[in-house]
T-cell receptor, first 108, second 112 residues
Framework: KAGVTQTPRYLIKTRGQQVTLSCSPI?????VSWYQQTPGQGLQFLFE???????NKGNFPGRFSGRQFSNSRSEMNVSTLELGDSALYLC???????FGPGTRLTVT | GENVEQHPSTLSVQEGDSAVIKCTYS??????FPWYKQELGKRPQLIID?????GEKKDQRIAVTLNKTAKHFSLHITETQPEDSAVYFC???????????FGQGTELSVKP
């Protein structure tokens, strides 16, 4: 089975722009959760999706949103990017059992 | 609110020694406690987990203990090897891992 995949792997954006990140869980896994990893704040929970429904949301501003499709693939969107959004964004399938490689977002 | 405290932040041991990392959680509803190993530039990897109905779990050189009363859980690595060097994260969840609250991480260095 292929592992959890994330695209793109690296992204450079400018303040004020928006970005969409994609995550494909392992085939058959219906849950996807998203985390932001930074040196200062560590790993912080963003959202959890199961069967296209958001089950949990972390303490992030409304600029952070997400969704899940019927094939379990998930996207997260960040609008009006700020410098502080620079981070590694990780997704995980099956309740944290398997993490993807992450998308490294740099906001300039 | 939900919080997980992890200690120490750095740990240096000699090859062959044991390493212990400790975590404390605040949410008494937490029922799932995984541990992750993250090597530099790589994704977190689940190495062991424990559920609230179990006090201890062991997998080869790795063991985890849970004290629900004190809200403490610990990772024990015996006979450490240089390839054990990495950052280790503990986490707690009240919904079996769907939402994980992570500790701040422990950078383990095993010196040959």
């Amino acid at each position: 089975k292929a592992g959890v995949t994330q695209t793109p792997r690296y992204l450079i954006k400018t303040r004020g722009q928006q970005v969409t990140l994609s995550c494909s869980p392992i085939s058959g896994h219906r849950s996807v959760s998203w985390y932001q990893q930074t040196p200062g704040q560590g790993l912080q929970f963003l959202f959890e999706y199961f069967s296209e429904t958001q089950r949990n949301k972390g303490n992030f501003p409304g600029r952070f949103s997400g969704r899940q499709f019927s094939n379990s693939r998930s996207e997260m969107n960040v609008s009006t990017l700020e410098l502080g959004d620079s981070a590694l964004y990780l997704c995980a399938s099956r309740s944290g059992s398997y993490f993807g490689p992450g998308t490294r977002l740099t906001v300039t | 609110g939900e919080n997980v405290e992890q200690h120490p932040s750095t740990l240096s041991v000699q090859e062959g020694d044991s390493a212990v990392i400790k975590c404390t959680y605040s949410d008494s509803a937490s029922n799932y406690f995984p541990w992750y190993k993250q090597e530099l530039g790589k994704r977190p990897q689940l190495i062991i987990d424990i559920r609230s109905n179990v006090g201890e779990k062991k997998d080869q050189r790795i063991a985890v203990t849970l004290n629900k009363t004190a809200k403490h859980f610990s990772l024990h690595i015996t006979e450490t090897q240089p390839e054990d060097s990495a950052v280790y994260f503990c986490a707690a969840s009240y919904n079996q891992g769907g939402k994980l609250i992570f500790g701040q991480g422990t950078e383990l260095s095993v010196k040959p």
